[in-house]
């Protein structure tokens, strides 16, 4: 995981956005959302498995840790010639409280979902927007 700062630039040529619930329903949401996008821009099906699992993953970390606002962002761009996909899922920084189903959980039951992101991303890091942190991974999407 990286800081944005010091990450390779990505030339972006599309872009998409769209706010969520604060609530479990947003994960399925943004998946639906992603892979409509995804594949409407002509993304490998491979890659659009992997995104939809990044995804999950962001949002709901910012479900369960964060306050609202909670909104995904979408990107097609290329970083060193590689066709890529960020995916950034913005949040209203780290909550007091854990949410409902990490509450109920046992520590062993929840935390990997950072490792997944790194597994399937060429990238990833936190970036602060304001007051807004944002959660990325780049993707290969070739």
């Known amino acids: 995981m990286t800081d944005r700062t010091a990450s ?18 947003a ?24 995104a939809m699992l990044i995804v999950s993953e962001l ?8 306050l609202p606002p909670v909104a995904l962002h979408l990107y097609r761009g290329r970083a060193q010639g590689v066709p890529t ?16 189903w990490t509450a109920s959980c046992r520590p062993d039951e929840h935390g990997r979902g950072a490792g997944i992101v790194d597994m399937l991303g060429i990238d990833s890091g936190t970036d602060t927007h304001g007051s807004e942190i944002g959660h990325w991974a780049d993707l290969a999407a070739a």
Request: aromatic share 4%; charged share 20%.
């Open 27 to 50: 994960v399925a949401t943004a998946r639906r959302t992603a892979r409509t996008v995804l594949t409407g821009w002509s993304v490998d099906e491979d890659a659009v498995y992997d």
């Open 85 to 100: 996909i960020h995916i950034e899922v913005t949040d209203g920084g780290a909550a007091s409280d854990q949410g409902p």
């Open 59 to 66: 949002v709901t970390n910012a479900v369960e840790h964060a």
């Open 8 to 25: 390779t630039p990505n030339v972006r040529t599309e872009m998409f956005m769209c706010a969520l619930e604060h609530q479990a329903s």
